[in-house]
Antibody
Framework: QITLKESGPTLVKPTQTLTLTCTFS??????????VGWIRQPPGKALEWLAL???????RYSPSLKSRLTITKDTSKNQVVLTMTNMDPVDTATYYC?????????????WGQGTMVTVSS | QTVVTQEPSLTVSPGGTVTLTCASS?????????PNWFQQKPGQAPRALIY???NKHSWTPARFSGSLLGGKAALTLSGVQPEDEAEYYC?????????FGGGTKLTVL
């Protein structure tokens, strides 16, 4: 059974850097074809894709946020970390991580429960 | 900036059929955009329904189907149930990037 869980601060100040961790079980990020992505959702708004990292350390970023994002993986800990620099109140959102697999055309098939992050001074 | 457009809201009667669509600002949506569909209920994480245009996940009810329709990706619900009331999001692939649509709020009334 695949599960993912996001963790990190619930409150960050403007201009600070946000670090979120996705801890997963039921799969390995060293398995060919596997990936983990990050998606966010501001309150009452639509989903927004942020980043994706693959088993081979290939990384993809949202073009509009690329300069602020870094995604990394720690295969031994079954974790993926997303950092976002220069946080702003508009970055207030629920942040989700999700599993993907080439077998399902890279679909985000299993999602974590999400973690709410508020940006405020 | 690429924009993916969905109907903001739709209403359907229980037992009825409804089609949600997903359009791309870059032109016609083809299978090469690998359309995905997700369902989200209030306070819950999104749940994957459809991947690569028309493929269902093992948990996707049979009444949900995906297709391409008139240059758009489409999600059709046949025999709508009250529990299908939710927000629905499409996702398109643009090379290595992904873009979600703005979502369709489906009301079952």
């Amino acid at each position: 059974q695949i599960t993912l869980k996001e963790s990190g601060p619930t409150l960050v100040k403007p201009t600070q850097t946000l670090t979120l961790t996705c801890t997963f079980s039921g799969f390995s990020l060293s398995t060919s074809g596997v990936g983990v992505g990050w998606i966010r959702q501001p309150p009452g708004k639509a989903l927004e894709w942020l980043a994706l990292i693959y088993w081979d350390d290939d990384k993809r970023y949202s073009p509009s946020l690329k300069s602020r994002l870094t995604i990394t993986k720690d295969t031994s800990k079954n974790q993926v970390v997303l950092t976002m620099t220069n946080m702003d109140p508009v970055d207030t959102a629920t942040y989700y991580c999700a599993h993907s697999d080439y077998a399902y055309y890279d679909a985000f098939d299993i999602w974590g429960q999400g973690t709410m992050v508020t940006v405020s001074s | 900036q690429t924009v993916v457009t969905q109907e903001p809201s739709l209403t359907v009667s229980p037992g009825g059929t409804v089609t949600l669509t997903c359009a791309s600002s870059t032109g016609a949506v083809t299978s090469g955009y690998y359309p995905n569909w997700f369902q989200q209920k209030p306070g819950q994480a999104p749940r994957a329904l459809i991947y690569s245009t028309s493929n269902k996940h093992s948990w996707t009810p049979a009444r949900f189907s995906g297709s391409l329709l008139g240059g758009k990706a489409a999600l059709t619900l046949s025999g709508v149930q009250p529990e299908d009331e939710a927000e629905y999001y499409c996702l398109l692939y643009y090379g290595g990037a992904r873009v979600f649509g703005g979502g369709t709020k489906l009301t079952v009334l």
